[in-house]
């Protein structure tokens, strides 16, 4: 298989002798590779002194592993390419546990490159040794041990090539130390193949005609569209089959922008804190239209109860996902693009021959729900700032063409609900793992692939004191992301669950970020410390003018405390493990839709 690039294409004979660690960073720049976020050490400083000299792959050097890991993922989410991240043996290999866990999950391409001790020390408990190509088994596509200079080209490469294909994931390169500092010979591109690795692209005719059949002739189809939609680039022709049948589309928290919020049969994100339009059409529907979704179980709640009338399309381009929690009537294993491409010709041609599905009455009764249940929040009575009014407000005046990174609990949610999301890769976040600390590290990524947008760190200060040490690699390194903390000096999720099914006993979620008396930390201060722009906002009347401000500034990155009322809540909930016709409302009843229609 040739993966050649824009290095010169040598051959053994006229190759050069060069170490291990040369080679490992000519393979980098002959694949492409701009960018890597790493932390050199003992057992991955050979490589770092070859990297200091190449003019093609830019390092930067970030302040913990972990936000080494989540930058490659920013990186790879909002440019689609493959996230790079660089740590050495040990301890630095398993910081970098969490993010590939993370990019393993949400099918995000990323290689991880760590350095590991002398071959000949493997197995003896040498100094920050640890077995990370045993510990990455479970949460890589593949990894590799390279004991042999020899081998690092055709790693690379395979590496990249199984990172990006198929479903994409995260591939973990180890190498020895002795392998980094052993005379080899560089020879680019280099021959591999891999038995047993053929993911299928293309899907099968037969289930396609199928799928267009059950399509035809269903009266309430859903389109359950998720993040195998954005990994696949298909946004384009999701939207063309949406023109062309007619059919109402939830969209997963993975798949936020995959059509616009301003479509009217958008009905939003389904799930523990979907809209109650999206989950009641899943709930009512005879047919769902799954693409690039897994049925995770935030979005089906008890799962026996799940849609239980619905027939299933299931396409996806990894059949372990395949009728894995729900049986598909309809299996289609493909690419997501390749699939809905086919559908539109398979139901085109339907329609062309006059068999053309009737959804008019049903387009209707979602209608009617969307309209009935909106999105909503109700301004606080003692005028303290609504969490949600924030980051309407930043949605609106930051616009569609802005990228927004969120981290993991009430604000993610939040962020999901009331920004309006009118492209793909506008959103990015932890899904699958819901991983804290994500969204700093994440939004320096995706702003060193996307320099030219603004990207906006939406976090907690819960989320944001587990990685904020990486505002110094942004201001060294001239990154200038925005971050908005949503502080309600809680964990605030947590709290919500506290609030609802612990009687109000606030164990330990308290983090006195924002008591009048003692800010522990002082967010400007510390923004300040880190060299960063430092805003505060507490009243609503202030909210507009705070966001324009740090809108203005582009040269430095900007963090703005925004402290919110701390009992606000996520509505609306389905309570975990239970049905999703339990979804309750911000008034705590459940929605009295007609259960017999």
């Known amino acids: 298989m040739d993966v050649g690039g824009p290095a010169a294409q040598m051959n053994g004979a006229s190759a050069p002798k060069v170490t291990g660690a040369q080679s490992l960073v000519m393979a980098l720049e002959a694949i492409g590779v701009d960018t890597v976020f790493g932390i050199p050490g003992g057992a991955i400083l050979p490589a770092y002194d070859p990297l200091m000299d190449s003019t093609k792959v830019r390092h930067i050097l970030v302040r913990h592993e972990q936000g080494a890991g989540h930058a490659a993922e920013g990186y790879a989410s909002a440019s689609g ?5 660089m740590a050495t043996s040990g301890p630095g290999a398993t910081n970098l546990v969490t993010p590939i866990a993370d990019a393993y999950m949400d099918s995000v391409p990323i290689v991880a490159i760590t350095g590991q001790v002398p071959s000949r020390s493997i197995g003896t408990d040498a100094f920050q040794e640890a077995d990370i190509r045993g510990i990455t088994m479970p949460i890589t596509k593949h990894n590799y ?8 080209p055709r790693a690379i490469a395979e590496a990249f090539h199984i990172a990006s294909t198929g479903r994409p994931g995260p591939v973990l390169v180890d190498i020895s130390k002795d392998a980094l500092t052993a005379e080899t010979t560089f020879v680019w591109p280099p021959k591999f193949d891999l038995p047993g690795y053929r993911p ?3 899907p099968h005719g037969k289930q396609i005609r199928e799928a267009a059949r059950l ?9 359950y569209v998720g993040g195998g939609v954005i990994r696949s680039g298909a946004s384009d022709v999701l939207r063309e089959f949406l023109e062309l049948t007619q059919i109402p589309v939830v969209t997963t928290l993975m798949a936020r922008g995959a059509v616009q919020d301003s ?3 958008n009905l939003g994100m389904p799930g523990m804190h979907g809209t109650v339009a999206a989950v009641t059409a899943l ?10 979704a897994r049925f995770d179980d935030r979005v089906t709640g008890q799962l026996s109860t799940f849609a239980p009338d619905a027939k299933v399309i299931h396409a996806d381009i990894d059949p372990a996902e395949i009728s894995k929690n729900r049986v598909a009537d309809v299996p289609i294993v493909g690419d997501c693009k390749d699939v809905i491409t086919d559908l539109i010709t398979a139901v085109r041609g339907e329609q062309e021959a006059g068999h053309r599905g009737d959804y008019e009455q049903w387009r209707a009764q979602v209608a009617q729900w969307k309209a009935t249940f909106p999105l909503g929040y109700s301004a606080q009575d003692d005028e303290s700032l609504s969490p949600q009014y924030v980051i309407e407000r930043l949605g609106a005046i930051s616009g569609p063409e802005s990228v927004f990174v969120a981290g993991v609990g009430q604000h993610q949610m939040w962020a999901a609900q009331f920004v309006q999301y009118e492209r793909p890769n506008s959103w990015i976040t932890s899904g699958g793992l819901g991983t804290m600390g994500f969204s700093v590290p994440a939004a320096m990524g995706a702003k060193v692939a996307q320099p030219e947008r603004t990207v906006w760190s939406i976090d907690g200060d819960g989320c944001f004191q587990m990685t904020n040490q990486e505002l110094a690699t942004c201001v060294i390194n001239k990154i200038p992301i925005k971050v908005a903390i949503i502080n309600n000096s809680s964990l605030g999720m ?3 669950w506290q609030t609802l099914f612990y009687n109000e006993r606030y164990s330990n979620t308290d983090l006195h970020t924002s008591h009048e008396q003692v800010r522990v930390p002082d967010f400007v201060k510390l923004a300040e410390a880190y060299g960063c722009v430092g805003l505060r906002c507490e009243s609503p009347a202030d909210v507009d003018t705070t966001i324009k401000a740090a809108m203005e500034i582009n040269d430095l990155p900007v963090v703005v405390d925004f402290v919110v009322h701390r009992d606000a809540m996520v509505w609306p909930m389905v309570p975990s493990g239970v049905s999703n016709d339990l979804i309750q409302t911000a008034r705590g ?3 009295a839709w007609d259960r017999e229609d």
């Open 81 to 85: 390419r493959v996230g790079v991240c």
């Open 145 to 152: 041990l390279i004991t042999d200079a020899g081998a690092i």
């Open 200 to 202: 299928v692209a293309r």
């Open 215 to 223: 399509i035809r002739g269903a009266h309430r189809p859903v389109l």
């Open 263 to 265: 479509h009217p049969l």
């Open 283 to 292: 709930q009512k529907s005879d047919l769902l239209i799954t693409l690039g």
């Open 494 to 496: 947590v709290r919500q």
């Open 589 to 591: 009843m459940t929605p």
